[in-house]
């Protein structure tokens, strides 16, 4: 079983850009993806982006275009890059492991979106 830690988090003007990353740790032989989650103010878990081992993406529409997810198997880590950010991105975001039975997240970090 795995571990991640989320950082890069913190606070950007409108139409900044930000790159957070999370590192993981332990045994990574039953996960197929790694996804980036967000939970905004008043709002419950949103799905982001995710990118399966053979490195085909998926993209949340509110943030399609803009976001873009990544993976380093060596480092055994994996990255949001988020430009063009906008106040409603503003969220504790949450790296998730897919797995083969229960998925595994981080405890998040926070990026707050504001002039």
């Known amino acids: 079983q795995s571990q991640f830690v989320e950082s890069g988090g913190g606070l950007v003007q409108p139409g900044g850009s930000l790159r957070i990353s999370c590192a993981a740790s332990g045994s990574m032989s039953n996960v197929y993806a790694m996804a980036w989650d967000r939970r905004a103010p008043g709002k419950q878990r949103e799905f982001i982006a995710a990118i399966r081992n053979g490195g085909s993406t998926d993209y949340a529409d509110s943030v399609k275009g803009r976001f873009t997810i990544s993976r380093d198997f060596v480092k055994n880590t994996v990255d949001l890059q988020m430009n063009s950010l906008k106040p409603e991105d503003t969220a504790v975001y949450y790296c998730?492991?897919?797995?083969?039975?229960?998925?595994?997240w981080g405890q998040g970090t926070q990026v707050t979106v504001s002039s």
């Open positions: 998730r492991a897919k797995r083969l039975g229960t998925d595994v």
